[in-house]
């Protein structure tokens, strides 16, 4: 489609107003958003498509900003977990497309019908599925936030409200851009999309409950609770990715070896990274070889005594902080007494984030998967897995330890609620009761009929 002459372009939006209007901005995206919600699912599909167009046309362009961040970011010495975090390259530019493009082809949520009941003849009720509103995502570090949660908030026909890191600054603003672009190309207010910066600018929006209905904060344990308590807005998030590898006694020891360097190793700083080893006594003769590997794929590891004599090339520490979530190229160890320990170290010292378990062992793998109260959790595979795009639902908005609206890594289901639409006769609820006519609540199909708005 082209863009309408009247669409405003990307330059207008505002979050470049200034002063900061925290209530105009937010009350911008609260009726552009529902505008986006009310047009048919077929416009929606069009904006992610020109997303993933655009994405391509200003490639260069966004690696070039992203240059400019990552200068200014080693300029000041930002720490090593998010500069690696701060980085785009090509390839994290086809992944963000492949992932507009996964969204492009999900079948329309919005209208989708959960139930419909025949509640007497001529009145008919029917709960549609429906866009939750506007977001408010706060994140860290990561400029290919801006796409992933963008996309899915088109997807649902919610607004949203960007706020990434200053260290990502010049990046954030070109994808924003993207965002409202293609949103303007297909002739739908680019407003639904906002990008702000600053500190003042969140404080403020904070204390917009009467038009942000979710706030998703992505960062660091203390952004996430600061956020929480700094809000009467529901917050969805986790505070810490403390996921945790349990070895059974069953586990064959290769598999325990490599899930073991790819749950640390792959991409350290993430939050579905491996932060504690729990091996179960009965596994402690293969251990040393899971300690190499992790020691030659440059992994510093904390051991308590126990699994540090059964690997004497470790070093051993004292006091251990099992609640840690290291970010880097470090693994805490713990020797634990079969599955009945491992489950308490779980629920003792862990976030609710990703667990998994290696065994051969089927009851044992059953009865972790059934008994561990987590978010995520996984037999003979790798932590890394607890991912949005990897579970296929096109990206994440972030990964929920609460319980809830939503838990895990949170797709479009998570950015969805529901309405009831009831289509009668003239009845009035004066006409049902004692006497005089009854309810039937007949169950009817949910699809092949009209679940539209």
């Known amino acids: 489609m082209t863009a309408s002459p009247a669409a405003p372009p990307a330059e207008a939006a505002p979050d470049v107003a200034s002063p900061f209007d925290a209530a105009a901005v937010a009350a911008g995206v609260r009726a552009a958003q529902r505008a986006l919600g009310a047009a048919p699912g077929a416009r929606r599909t069009a904006v992610l498509r020109a997303l993933e167009e655009i994405l391509e046309e200003r490639a260069a362009e966004i690696l070039e900003a992203n240059q400019l961040d990552l200068d200014e970011a080693e300029r000041t010495g930002l720490e090593k977990p998010l500069l690696k975090r701060l980085k785009l390259d090509a390839d994290k530019l086809e992944v963000l497309r492949d992932g507009v493009r996964q969204l ?15 509640l007497d003849d001529g009145l008919v009720l029917r709960q549609v599925q429906s866009p939750l509103g506007v977001l408010l995502i706060i994140f860290e570090s990561r400029p290919e936030a801006v796409i992933q949660i963008g996309a899915l908030a088109l997807r649902a026909g919610d607004g949203v409200i960007l706020k990434g890191g200053a260290e990502a600054t010049a990046s954030n603003r070109v994808l924003v851009g993207c965002l409202r672009d293609a949103l303007a190309r297909c002739e739908l207010p680019s407003d639904a999309v906002a990008g702000v910066e600053g500190r003042e600018a969140v404080a403020a929006l904070l204390d917009q409950e009467a038009h942000i209905d979710l ?19 529901p917050v969805l998030g986790h505070a810490e990715g403390v996921c945790h590898l349990y070895l059974d006694g069953s586990a064959d020891p290769a598999m325990a070896a490599k899930l073991a360097v790819d749950g640390k190793c792959d991409y350290p700083a993430a939050c579905n990274a491996t932060e504690t080893v729990l091996v179960d006594r009965a596994f402690l003769p293969h251990f040393p070889a899971v300690a190499e590997a992790l020691r030659d794929a440059g992994v510093e590891l904390r051991c308590d005594p126990e699994s540090q004599a059964a690997a004497p090339f470790t070093a051993a520490v004292d006091k251990i902080d099992w609640r840690t979530e290291y970010g880097d190229l470090i693994a805490g160890v713990a020797v634990v007494d079969g599955l009945d320990g491992a489950i308490e170290h779980i629920h003792r010292y862990g976030s609710g984030h990703t667990e998994a378990i290696v065994a ?45 609206h939503a838990r895990g890594p949170v797709g479009i289901d998570g950015l969805l609620t529901t309405r009831w639409l009831l289509t009668g006769t003239g009845q009035g609820a004066g006409d049902y009761g004692p006497g005089k006519r009854a309810f039937q609540h007949l169950t009817l199909p949910t699809s092949g009929a009209d679940a539209g708005d």
């Open 360 to 404: 051969d062992d089927a009851h044992v793998a059953e009865a972790f998967l059934a008994r561990v109260d987590s978010a995520s959790v996984f037999h003979n595979a790798s932590t890394r897995f607890a991912d949005g795009f990897r579970y296929g639902l096109g990206a994440e908005v972030g990964i929920s330890t609460g319980r809830i």
């Open 215 to 233: 706030v998703i904060p992505r960062g660091s344990g203390s952004l996430v609770r600061h956020i929480q308590s700094s809000t009467r807005i």
């Open 104 to 118: 492009a082809e999900v079948p329309d949520p919005v209208g989708v019908m959960k139930r419909h009941t025949q």
